[in-house]
């Protein structure tokens, strides 16, 4: 399981999620409190947005907490949204190609959780990827693959029912294959002007997921774990949520892909 960090609101250096506070994301790499796998040293990335419509993006292999590139960078960085992720890999390589964020466009997205038995369908999995999208298939990941299959099904025009279809066809192949657990997903995407997030599964332990309001810094703060180890006024996401963040309001929602499983099973 990997940990992400995301924020939307007023201009922040990214120190101040990344590597400031006590339980900071690179802190998070080496000692996560939440997920199985306390270790997520498969690699790092960044994904930022400030006066250009596209997304900056950096990402390497090395663990995060060795790269004083990485600190550098999120010492001058200033941005308004941004989304970065420490990997632990579920079973492909450890190379860039395969690090998140993933960009396509002005869209950016990251991922926590898995699907069951991807590596007996990802030859099927790649073929739902339409030709607009496929050559921006890099990597070997469920991850990227689900993204782009979801900016075939109208990510752009609606992200919630895009990813809905996505997630559901993506569980019904991992249903057929018969291995478990079909789908866990703690996702965070954006357009550069919205920051959406889902906690999702399908089963009873779903990613965690949290946000909060952050009245200094004028924004939201999205994780996968709080970033300071009292944890106070952090929200919890409940289980089958889609969250959309504006600079200063955030809406949360059912996200259900069961009536988009039926059509896909």
Same mark, same amino acid.
């Given at each position: 399981m990997c940990r992400w960090a995301a924020w939307q609101g007023a201009p922040l250096f990214l120190s101040e999620i990344l590597t400031a506070p006590a339980h900071s994301l690179i802190h998070q790499s080496r000692d996560a409190s939440e997920c199985k796998t306390a270790i997520n040293g498969d690699g790092f990335g960044l994904a930022w947005y400030d006066r250009r419509p596209t997304p900056g993006l950096y990402r390497d292999v090395y663990p995060a907490w060795s790269d004083p590139n990485l600190r550098s960078i999120a010492d001058q960085v200033q941005a308004r949204l941004f989304m970065a992720h420490v990997r632990a890999s579920t079973g492909t390589a450890t190379s860039r190609n395969?690090?998140? /964020?993933?960009?396509?466009?002005?869209?950016?997205?990251?991922?926590?959780?898995?699907?069951?038995?991807?590596?007996?369908f990802r030859k099927a999995a790649d073929m739902m990827i339409d030709d607009a999208h496929y050559a921006h298939r890099k990597g070997a990941t469920d991850s990227e693959a689900l993204f782009l299959v979801a900016c075939g099904m109208g990510l752009e025009s609606d992200p919630k029912g895009a990813m809905e279809r996505a997630v559901a066809a993506f569980?019904?192949?991992?249903?057929?294959?018969?291995?478990? /657990?079909?789908?866990?997903?703690?996702?965070?995407?954006s357009d550069g002007d919205t920051l959406y997030a889902i906690r999702y599964a399908s089963d009873d332990h779903a990613p965690s997921l949290y946000y909060r309001w952050n009245a200094v810094w004028q924004g939201w703060s999205v994780v996968s774990e709080p970033f300071e180890t009292a944890g106070e006024g952090w929200t919890e996401v409940p289980k089958g949520s889609f969250c959309r963040f504006t600079p200063t309001e955030v809406e949360v929602s059912p996200f259900d892909a069961s009536t988009s499983l039926e059509k896909a099973a």
């Open positions: 395969n690090c998140h /964020p993933f960009v396509h466009g002005i869209w950016s997205f990251m991922h926590n959780g898995q699907v069951g038995g991807f590596e007996r569980e019904a192949k991992s249903r057929a294959t018969g291995t478990t /657990p079909h789908m866990r997903l703690a996702a965070a995407l």
